[in-house]
């Protein structure tokens, strides 16, 4: 993301179109093709029934699909990152029951290496439906498949601002508010949302930053051991609710109350110069960069791919800004593939 980018994040709060129920696309990227939907019947693969008990006969380890599951709040971003994901090539279902991914997988398995990458996006329209997920996630481990859970995560105030934008009701809010639907909503995803491997607070991002986002995480043809996104931010707008760690630079002075300074931003060198000749801050980021090496390998023994690093000050301008360049790029340098992002710059 480019300075300019960043700069102008919390400026634009687009609606995140959902298909049935939720906010449409506002943006150039609502004309493209939607996510593709399975609509031949459960279990039959052209009129041939299709056993989910096991793997294939025949069929070698490696042609078993990667698989994606995208879901989360609605009006988040969940059709925005599934198009996302069919433009990178990936096979992308829209709204599928739970029940039918281990079928899906393996009728990809059959398709002879031309559906290698699947992602599924599931959310509350399957209702009746979503209960089955537990179990289907089960079979896949028990399979072997490599899948992994984006969840797309928002505030409420940013969810009531989508919905109201485009006049839809929330789709379980029934006879009650907006309000209702969400908080209904955010109680039966919360099991999920805790076992999610990537979670992306889309509150503050436009369309193309979390298309942006999803590109980072997905575009590599080579899928590293770790990826971090380091993001400064400003106490206070928030903590970031996607933050894996959290870190406090409220312990260096504030360039704010340096006139000259005050007009720069942490991008800046004598921002940064002056931050890094405080007392405690060269020797903060040494120690905290061997904190997260310890991390990072106990994520990687767990299986953990993704992690966000929020660097905070009280404006998320000066401080936290320059620390999160010099972390970001300390990770960088020791092979971890990194995303720097700017959450409050140019908020103020």
């Not at 109680?187 to 986002?213: C, F, M, P, Q, Y």
């Not at 000259?260 to 980021?285: D, H, I, M």
């Amino acid at each position: 993301m480019t300075e300019r980018d960043a700069q102008h994040t919390a400026r634009r709060d687009p609606a995140f179109s959902e298909t049935q129920g939720a906010p449409e696309e506002t943006h150039d990227e609502a004309g493209q093709d939607q996510p593709q939907e399975v609509k031949a019947e459960a279990g039959h693969e052209n009129g041939a029934e299709v056993s989910t008990d096991a793997t294939p006969a025949g069929v070698p380890e490696a042609a078993i699909p990667e698989l994606v599951i995208i879901s989360g709040m609605s009006g988040a971003g969940r059709s925005t990152a599934a198009k996302c994901l069919e433009d990178l090539g990936w096979f992308v279902v829209d709204n599928l029951p739970p029940a039918l991914i281990p079928t899906m997988v393996e009728l990809g398995a059959r398709s002879q290496g031309n559906v290698a990458r699947i992602a599924v996006v599931v959310d509350v329209r399957g209702r009746r439906f979503f209960d089955n997920l537990r179990e289907s996630l089960a079979d896949l481990d028990s399979r072997g498949v490599t899948r992994r859970i984006v969840f797309l995560e928002s505030s409420d105030d940013a969810l009531v601002r989508r919905f109201e934008s485009v006049r839809r009701p929330h789709p379980l809010q029934g006879d009650g508010r907006i309000v209702d639907g969400i908080a209904a909503e955010r109680e039966l995803l919360r099991e999920l949302r805790g076992d999610a491997d990537l979670v992306i607070d889309t509150s503050s991002l436009n369309v193309h930053e979390l298309r942006a986002k999803m590109d980072a995480q997905f575009a590599g043809e080579e899928e590293p051991e770790l990826r971090a996104t380091v993001m400064s931010f400003g106490f206070k707008y928030g903590l970031p609710v996607d933050a894996d760690l959290v870190a406090d630079m409220r312990f260096l002075p504030n360039p704010h109350w340096v006139p000259e300074l005050r007009p720069y931003t942490g991008l800046n060198e004598e921002v940064s110069a002056y931050v890094f000749n405080q007392p405690g801050a060269k020797e903060f980021l040494d120690r905290y960069a061997e904190l997260l090496r310890l991390i990072a390998t106990g994520y990687r023994r767990e299986g953990k791919r993704y992690v966000t690093i929020a660097i905070g000050c009280t404006g998320g301008k000066h401080r936290s800004v320059a620390v999160s360049e010099k972390l970001a790029a300390r990770l960088a340098a020791e092979g971890v593939e990194t995303v720097v992002v700017h959450r409050d710059m140019g908020r103020e």
